[in-house]
């Protein structure tokens, strides 16, 4: 596609429930990403794929939260037993190259916007 | 300490006059620099990077970055309404074995508002 597609844009979990979020990067691109943006706060890190393979997972901030990318494209975060404070939108992007090199632009998609009740 | 750190706002200009946004960060092995515009409810949107110290121009916007000081600002000339958003300052560092793969440490935005 043209940019980073993410599903569902709007989520409503009752606290505890399972979610899935889809990230659909641009086609070609080697580097995914996800970031968790709280309201007010700027994006905070999450993990990054390099392909398929997951090689920094040290933002994800409990094991509720997991994150996989298996043929190297599309990617799914998955959240366990939802819980209040995941609140956010949760942000993908990705990059073409995997160095951050001089024009190695990263590119977000639009975000799924999470709400816990 | 946050390893970003922008100045808290919201800043208000009117329509014609300079905005200053600065940005100050920690880690001294930071390689690139990025400002993003982000409109309420929309994904980050880059409109600068600057990756040496110096100014760096482009249109109505100047990147001001000082390696010495950890520092880097972003300038917008003749502000227009269209310009309200938030302002999202970046950084890539390097990792400990001297390489990066693109991770992006943001500080928490300043709201920039241009009235007419």
């Known amino acids: 596609g043209a940019g980073v597609s993410q599903s569902p844009r709007y989520k409503v979990a009752k606290r505890g429930q399972d979610v899935a979020l889809r990230c659909d990067p641009i086609?070609?691109?080697?580097?995914l990403f996800w970031y968790q943006q709280a309201l007010g706060q700027g994006p905070e890190f999450l993990t990054y794929?390099?392909?398929?393979?997951?090689?920094?997972k040290s933002g994800l901030p409990s094991d509720r939260f997991f994150a996989e990318r298996p043929e190297g494209s599309v990617s799914t975060l998955k959240i366990q037993r939802t819980q209040q404070e995941d609140s956010a939108v949760y942000l993908c992007?990705?990059?073409?190259?995997?160095?951050?090199?001089?024009?190695?632009?990263?590119?977000f998609g639009e975000g799924s916007w999470l709400t816990v009740v | 300490q946050k390893e970003v750190e922008q100045n808290s706002g919201p800043l208000s200009v009117p329509e014609g006059a300079i905005a200053s946004l600065n940005c100050t960060y920690s880690?001294?092995?930071?390689?690139?620099f990025f400002w993003y515009r982000q409109y309420s409810g929309k994904s980050p949107e880059l409109i600068m990077s600057?990756?040496?110290?110096g100014d760096k121009e482009d249109g109505r916007f100047t990147a001001q970055l000082n390696k010495a000081s950890q520092y880097v600002s972003l300038l917008i000339r003749d502000s227009q309404p269209s310009d309200s958003a938030t302002y999202l300052c970046?950084?890539?560092?390097?990792?400990?074995?001297?390489?990066?793969?693109?991770?992006?440490?943001f500080g928490q935005g300043t709201i920039l508002t241009v009235h007419p």
């Open positions: 992007a990705s990059s073409l190259a995997v160095q951050a090199a001089v024009g190695n632009t990263i590119y």
């Open positions: 086609s070609g691109h080697v580097s």
């Open positions: 794929f390099q392909n398929e393979a997951q090689l920094d």
């Open positions: 880690d001294r092995v930071s390689q690139s």
């Open positions: 600057i990756y040496s110290n």
């Open positions: 970046a950084v890539i560092s390097l990792n400990a074995g001297g390489t990066s793969y693109g991770k992006l440490t």
